[in-house]
Nanobody, 128 residues
């Protein structure tokens, strides 16, 4: 059974930093693109950042470009999101996602397919 477990969320002041981790278990995803999405209260879930299977191609939402960095360690089956210069508008539940189709690029989120994997989410709260 596939499990994605996010960690690293918490409460931080505006301008602070957090590093989220998402560890996958149940199968290896070294050949699959992975990403982070977030959902703020009363809003739809939105794309934050994605990375292709090899780690050489990344995509970011305009709202986080230059502040967030996505990376992965295929040996650990883990994807990370380093978040710097956090703002109150970054407050949301952050979800890890894995593309079920192997070898797609980091822009896989533009053509979602049924059967992708999601974690349970980790809360990030940024105070002003």
């Amino acid at each position: 059974q596939v499990q994605l477990v996010e960690s690293g969320g918490g409460l931080v002041q505006s301008g602070g930093s957090l590093r989220l981790s998402c560890a996958a278990s149940g199968r290896t995803f070294s050949n699959h693109a992975m990403g982070w999405f977030r959902q703020a209260p009363g809003k739809e879930r939105e794309f934050v950042a994605t990375i292709n299977w090899a780690g050489g191609s990344t995509y970011y939402a305009d709202s986080v470009k230059g502040r967030f960095t996505i990376s992965r360690n295929n040996a650990k089956n883990t994807v990370y999101l380093q978040m710097n210069s956090l703002k109150p508008e970054d407050t949301a539940v952050y979800y890890c996602n894995v593309d079920p189709v192997p070898y797609r690029g980091g822009n896989y989120y533009l053509t979602p397919v049924v059967g992708d994997y999601w974690g349970q989410g980790t809360q990030v709260t940024v105070s002003s």
